[in-house]
């Protein structure tokens, strides 16, 4: 909210600058977030007085004008308006000066006739809305004097929060103020002189919906004439944020600023029978509002409507036909108290929140009816003339007193951690015009309200009653209490004290593994990235990364199916409008941008989370997933260049599970092809039954590529679920004693077919190598002469050993020849040592 | 055979031996040379052999003489040995220099990125502190991220968080990882400290300092006495920790879930509290919301809030590592140029 301090220094003294002003409001917790000077943009605008206005020579629309600006000379100014008269005081904007908008006034020549400077409108001052003619200053105003001088303001730009209502006005926040400085906090005076008839002969309002209007007040007045409304007033409603349109409608505006009170005012003579009907609208009724647009008002909105129909949207927006205009005389005021949740609705239903539909959703102290119906019928009639009808049209006059919130002081001061007197706290409360008074012993402590309501008996305990100032609707549990204290004794004053209780149970963070991950694969050379969650659903058709039933799940991570993706209802854009199901899409968009950026070699990673619904529920899972793509090594001086491969993605697989303790994962050809490179994909994943690591590595097909625009022509992709991820399991490395005997090692020349793969060569040594068989490792890899081209030999190297002798060589020799009848049997392989 | 003979014999050949050592450029023709002069069969113990044709009183001088001669060579044979690695060795070295100043094999060495490092910051503060981590749902449902927090259906303060919905009845993508203190609360008795990092969503168009998805650490301590003065203490030690020693302090701020509710400032990082554009003058800077949890929210968790009472905190994670990194533009975070993630080398 924007708060004139010169309009606020009606309802309050204030001795502070607005910088300690602004201080002070904001440790109260009315954040001060702005401190504007009004009129900062008027440069060298200077009060002149009108000398002589005669006819331009060459153009009948101009005037040229004499004018003194108290300097002495007397300066020669065209002007076009017909408002201006000698012996006028009117702001002049001389030479060099600026006006708002960075508009330059200088020297220049008007048909002919030299102009020096500018006599300036409201409008071009935007300090009032008149663009037609100059602004006309009182009288006695003194020359020379620069505008902003004169009508420069300073501007707090308040944000009260949302369970602050009553703050969202000047008086509240005169309140405030008073209670930050003690000052005294003054109403305006509202007394109406009522000169007409009876208002119950001009209007009748009928609440059909007590819920949803629990009061309202209508007033009424015949006889204004609408006009602009004072200079000084729309000065006022220009440096709040509000354009001024007309008296009477800056009347009602002027009261919502004021107290907090929105009305509405509506040309008498189109209330239909003078009959203001409070009702829900029935179903295909229209109303076309002050904006010009014709609205279908659903069945539930509350509308505000005459004999006829519809003339307003209650305390949203008022209809087209029951506007304010230059014709209007008579004029209805409505001001009532809404349901805040109907309001609510309806401001969301029609796309339409004002400053007054803001208000009511905030709910409103229940005597401002009354107030705001007096408050606004007087300023119409000092501003628009006419005469108010005698007294007020008051659907519910009897104004409820305030409400009792017992607290107990010792509580208070436990909860603030400081020990405050309870003679402090009372004196705390009554600087926010919340008085207290002793409670009797057992009185009841309401600590929660709805939607869990817990009421307590106080017991002994010392306790007070608060009395809740009508205003305060926000104040309703014995914590509100605490926070008033709190707030009025200063936050700041808050001691500050470590912890000394009792430490919770020793959890084991789910973040260690995934750091793990991430170290590792940092220390591998890859970068780390962190993409959207939500993606296109054009993404996921584009890659179609496979999650079917053919996948082996982990226990903590089930595979969903492609058609339980979940999707935003309100998307911001179709870009963003899915939850991903898998994360190589992302890393793909970060390849493409970072390729456009002229890098091409990316080495990144994520780890993140993949959605989906299992049974209609939401499920999240935490993937890793990197890609590698360009080189690997890149050319040095000292080394030539190497690009990532299949074999590089695999290794920081086969790295990571040694880094998490966890078996090598084995790996299974999958030739489905697109999206993966056909001959180049494949499941990694342990023998079943003790799976923790379960993915997909592959080399992307060109097609995926082409679709994401990448360069490069080899990407490889893993996505990977790795159990503990999730959720922390810890694991420890358990030691195998060092072998107290020396082994044996014996190298072993596998030729077999060229298709069959490496994994179940591995497989058939380990099955028949005995429990004598160490470890196995491939050290060579050959195709070509002697052997046949359909051929292939892989060299392993055996380690046979035992934790209690030294193996004879003819143990040794067993176990191999076991190997290889083995291997011949099972693969018809064929050996060479 | 004489003693003189053979002993001028033996000088001559003592004279020929050093001669040729001294001229011996190649360690293998010394040896070549011990076996000539030394072995069993060389020239000088040919001559000691001859010792038994000189009279018996000759003996002894002769065999000293020998002797001198044997180990006059044979010290020669080392000297020389000694001075021919030794130059063999300086000129391999030589001729091994390099240009020390050409760069190094380069050893590929990623990145981390900056929303999970400044979550990891976060978390080892306040881990020193007792908290442990928790994680909740990012598609949370509509009771526990607003109703449980306190926030009904139709609450002003509902336009605090604009939400994005999803196509599961009563669920939408968590704006604030706040609804986690419910889901704590639920699991897990008093004392409580407990830490959720975690992303969060809302319906909010993309600028320098917005974003629909973006990154929380929410924090909650609740025990039978925890009060707004140790949230201060902690808050203060999160913040020197972080941010150095600097000025903090509390003011008042508004969250339907906590009651009383914190603006937790931080001197300005900028300009050191005297007032610049980065604080709007305040020479202040917000870098956390806080409060005391609301007696609604203990009790929807399960906790009884006359006998508990306790504290709730949230930070943008983003807000933290701007800060602390200077960034300038948040959509550099999940944007991921590498020119932007290099920089966290
Ligand atoms: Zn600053």
């Not at chain 1, 100014?77 to 702001?91: F, L, M």
């Not at chain 1, 108290?337 to 409103?364: C, M, N, W």
């Not at chain 1, 342990?686 to 995926?704: F, I, K, S």
Request: negative net charge; aromatic residues 6%.
């Amino acid at each position: 909210m924007r708060v004139p301090l010169s309009w606020l220094r009606d309802y309050v003294d204030i001795q502070q600058t607005p910088e300690q002003l602004a201080e002070r409001l904001t440790l109260l917790g009315m954040e001060v977030q702005g401190v504007d000077q009004w009129g900062s943009d008027w440069r060298n605008v200077v009060v002149g007085e009108l000398l002589t206005v005669e006819k331009h020579p060459f153009a009948d629309r101009l005037h040229i004008t004499t004018v003194n600006v108290g300097s002495g000379e007397t300066l020669h100014i065209v002007c076009g308006a017909n408002n201006i008269a000698p012996g006028q005081r009117v702001p002049v904007a001389l030479p060099g000066a600026v006006l708002p908008g960075d508009r330059r006034i200088e020297r220049t020549e008007k048909m002919g006739i030299a102009s020096e400077g500018m006599l300036c409108s409201g409008d071009e001052l935007k300090i009032t809305t008149d663009a037609e003619g100059i602004l006309i200053l009182p009288p006695a105003t003194r020359l020379g004097v620069q505008l902003s001088d004169l009508y420069g303001d300073v501007v707090l730009d308040v944000d009260v929060k949302p369970n602050r209502g009553d703050a969202l006005c000047l008086i509240g926040l005169a309140r405030e103020v008073a209670a930050a400085t003690g000052a005294v906090a003054r109403w305006p005076e509202i007394v109406v002189a009522e000169t007409g008839g009876p208002v119950a002969q001009r209007l009748k309002v009928e609440v059909r919906e007590p819920e949803l209007c629990t009061r309202f007040v209508g007033r009424w007045i015949t006889g204004a004439s609408i006009g602009p409304s004072p200079d000084t007033i729309q000065m006022r409603l220009q440096a709040a944020g509000m354009r001024p349109v007309s008296n009477v409608v800056d009347a009602s505006n002027y009261v919502m600023l004021e107290l907090g009170k929105p009305t509405h005012t509506f040309d008498g003579a189109a209330v239909h029978d003078g009959t203001i009907v409070v009702r829900l609208a029935q179903a295909g009724e229209r109303l076309e509002t002050l904006d010009h647009v014709e609205r279908d008002l659903s069945p539930d909105t509350l509308i505000i409507a005459d004999t006829r129909g519809p003339i307003g949207i209650a305390g949203v927006m008022g209809g087209a036909e029951s506007e304010i205009t230059g014709a209007t005389t008579e004029i209805a005021i409505e001001s009532a108290i809404f349901d805040p949740v109907s309001i609510r609705r309806t401001g969301h239903r029609y796309a339409l929140r004002s400053e007054a539909s803001l208000r009511f959703e905030k709910g409103q102290e229940f005597r401002l009816a009354r107030l705001g119906a007096d408050r606004v019928a007087q300023l119409t009639l000092a501003w628009a003339g006419g005469s108010v009808a005698a007294g007020r049209v008051d659907t519910a006059t009897t104004e409820p007193t305030e409400a009792r919130l017992a607290f107990r002081p010792r509580r208070i001061s436990k909860l603030l951690g400081a020990e405050i007197s309870t003679a402090d706290q009372r004196a705390l409360l009554r600087r926010v015009g919340v008085e207290t008074e002793a409670a009797e012993t057992g009185a009841r402590i309401q600590v929660a309200v709805e939607p869990k309501p817990l009421v307590v008996d106080a017991g002994d305990e010392e306790t007070f009653l608060a009395v809740v100032p009508t205003w305060r609707r926000d104040l309703a549990v014995e914590a509100d209490v605490a926070e008033e204290v709190a707030r009025v004794r200063g936050y700041e004053t808050t001691p500050a004290h470590l912890p000394d209780t009792v430490m919770p149970a020793y959890r084991p963070s789910p973040l260690r593994a995934r750091n793990m991950v991430r170290e590792t694969l940092a220390g591998a050379g890859l970068s780390e990235v962190v993409t959207h969650a939500l993606v296109s659903p054009m993404e996921q058709a584009r890659l179609l990364w496979p999650a079917d039933d053919s996948e082996p799940r982990l226990p903590a991570s089930l595979a969903a199916d492609l058609e339980d993706e979940i999707a935003v209802t309100n998307p911001l854009s179709a870009q963003h409008s899915v939850l991903r199901r898998n994360m190589a899409g992302s890393l793909l968009d970060v390849l493409s941008l970072n390729e456009r950026q002229g890098r091409s070699d990316v080495a990144i990673f994520e780890v993140g989370k993949v959605y989906g619904r299992v049974q209609g529920q939401p499920r999240e899972w935490v993937r890793l997933g990197f890609l590698l793509s360009g080189s690997a090594e890149p050319a040095s001086w000292n080394r030539a260049a190497r690009q990532f491969d299949l074999d590089d993605a695999k290794g920081l697989v086969e790295l990571l599970c040694r880094r998490l303790g966890l078996p090598q994962p084995a790996y299974a050809p999958d030739g489905r092809g697109f999206p993966f490179h056909p001959g180049r994909a494949l499941l990694a994943r342990q023998e079943a039954g003790r799976e923790t690591v379960v993915g997909r590595v592959a080399e992307l097909h060109p097609d995926v590529l082409a679709e994401w625009d990448v360069r490069s022509q080899r990407v490889v992709a893993a996505e990977i679920a790795i159990a503990g991820l999730d959720v922390a399991t810890p694991s420890s490395v358990h030691v195998e004693p060092i072998p107290r005997f020396p082994e044996a090692e014996r190298d072993l020349a596998v030729i077999v077919d060229r298709e069959c793969p490496a994994a179940d060569v591995e497989a058939a040594i380990i099955r028949h190598g005995g429990g004598l068989l160490r470890t196995i490792r491939l050290f060579d890899l050959y195709r070509g002469a002697p052997l046949a081209a359909s051929e292939k030999s892989l060299a392993y190297r055996l380690v046979f050993g035992a934790k209690d002798r030294t193996l004879t060589e003819g143990e040794v020799d067993e176990a191999v020849a076991d190997v290889r009848r083995g291997l011949e049997g099972d693969l018809r392989a064929r050996l060479r040592s | 055979m004489d003693f003189e003979t053979l002993s001028g014999d033996l000088h001559k050949l003592k004279t020929r031996a050093l001669a040729e050592i001294d001229q011996t450029t190649d360690p293998g023709a010394l040896d070549q040379l011990e076996i000539q002069y030394l072995g069993k069969k060389g020239e000088i113990t040919a001559v000691l052999r001859g010792i038994g044709a000189l009279p018996a009183e000759d003996r002894p001088r002769f065999g000293a003489l020998a002797n001198d001669v044997g180990v006059a060579v044979k010290a020669a044979l080392a000297e020389r040995g000694v001075a021919l690695r030794a130059a063999a060795q300086a000129e391999r070295l030589g001729s091994e220099k390099v240009d020390v100043t050409l760069p190094g094999r380069s050893v590929p060495r990623g990145t981390l990125h900056a929303i999970p490092e400044t979550i990891e910051a976060i978390a080892e503060v306040f881990g020193q502190f007792g908290f442990v981590v928790y994680e909740g749902p990012e598609v949370e449902d509509d009771l526990t991220n607003f109703q449980m927090l306190n926030i009904a259906p139709d609450h002003p303060a509902r336009d605090l968080w604009d939400t994005l919905y999803v196509d599961i009845p009563g669920h939408l993508l968590r704006t604030h990882t706040s609804p986690g203190q419910i889901r704590v609360m639920r699991s897990t008795k008093p004392p409580i400290r407990a830490l959720l990092p975690g992303r969060c969503f809302r319906y909010e168009a993309v600028d320098a300092s917005h974003g629909f998805e973006f990154f929380q650490v929410e924090g909650l301590m609740v025990d039978e006495g925890t009060s707004m003065a140790d949230l201060k203490g902690l808050l203060d030690e999160f913040a020197h920790a972080l941010f150095g020693p600097r000025r903090t302090r509390f003011r008042p701020g508004y969250y339907p879930f906590t009651e009383p509710s914190v603006a937790f400032d931080v001197e300005c990082i900028v300009c050191g509290g005297v007032g610049c554009p980065a604080c709007s003058k305040s020479g202040w800077m917000t870098i956390l919301g806080a409060g005391m949890v609301h007696p609604v929210v203990l009790q929807y968790g399960g906790i009884d809030p006359e006998k508990y009472q306790g504290f709730a905190f949230g930070m943008g994670v983003e807000r933290i590592s701007n800060l602390r990194h200077s960034v300038p533009d948040l959509r550099y975070y999940l944007e991921n140029d590498l020119r932007f993630l290099e920089q966290f080398r």
